[in-house]
């Protein structure tokens, strides 16, 4: 099973800030399939990227993914009040399918 | 519209069993992967298992294998998840989820969720 370690657990940072959000695999995922997602309380999560840099229809653009391999990161380009949320990395490489325990990002 | 529409919520003694459904559209029910993704209270998010609705294969997590059923009825465009011998930490909200167009049941992300259904087993 591969385990997707998020860091840091906690981002404080303030609107009009840059963040980047980590992911890192146990093992290498093949074909860059990870997906990130965002959730906020009581909401099911949403889908923002998959294939490691690939927008979901509707994403802002101020949302990038990158990365291969074992490592790969979610930028937010410019964080907007509706981005402070949880976010999650999921990969679809290989069964059984994971995700990461998440990272919060709160407003400073 | 595509719409994942889930069953209410559920109170369950441990030992027993519960059926959670998933009314999808036909147009996600013919084409797509359907999933469960579960969420501990404060936890991060667990794929239970899949199935092709159209085919009725499915493929499970081997931590729930022999204890959850995953199945769908065309006549309803429905998927059930089924959960057996349920304990305190089986606590959870449940999301059917969908993958991408005929995509694979193991290489699936979610691309649309249901609104969730909470199961309490108490």
């Known amino acids: 099973e591969i385990v997707l370690t998020q860091s840091p657990g906690t981002l404080s940072l303030s609107p009009g800030e840059r963040a980047t959000l980590s992911c890192r695999a146990s093992?290498?995922?093949?074909?860059?399939?990870l997906a990130w997602y965002q959730q906020k309380p009581g909401q099911a999560p949403r889908l923002l990227i998959y294939?490691?840099?690939s927008r979901a229809t509707g994403i802002p653009d101020r949302f990038s993914g990158s990365g291969s391999g074992t490592d790969f990161t979610l930028t937010i380009s410019r964080l907007e009040p509706d981005d402070f949320a949880v976010y999650s990395c999921?990969?679809?490489?290989?069964?059984?399918?994971?995700f990461g325990g998440g990272t919060k990002v709160e407003i400073k | 519209q595509e719409q994942l529409v889930q069953s209410g919520a559920e109170v369950k003694k441990p030992g027993s069993s519960v059926r959670v459904s998933c009314k999808a559209s036909?147009?996600?029910?013919?084409?797509?992967?359907i999933s469960w993704v579960r969420q501990a209270p404060g936890q991060g998010l667990e794929w239970m298992g899949g199935?092709?609705?159209?085919?009725?294969?499915?493929d499970y997590a081997q931590k729930f294998q022999g204890r959850v059923t995953i199945t769908a009825d065309q006549s309803t465009s429905t998927v059930y998840m089924e959960l057996r011998s349920l304990k305190s930490d089986d606590t959870a909200v449940y999301y059917c989820?969908?993958?991408?167009?005929?995509?694979?049941?193991?290489?699936?992300?979610?691309?649309?969720w249901g609104q969730g259904t909470l199961v309490t087993v108490s």
């Open positions: 989820v969908r993958g991408p167009p005929g995509g694979d049941l193991l290489q699936a992300y979610f691309d649309f």
């Open positions: 036909g147009d996600t029910f013919n084409r797509h992967v």
């Open positions: 199935i092709i609705p159209i085919f009725g294969t499915s």
């Open positions: 093992q290498s995922i093949s074909s860059g399939y």
């Open positions: 294939g490691a840099s």
């Open positions: 999921q990969q679809y490489g290989s069964s059984p399918l994971t």
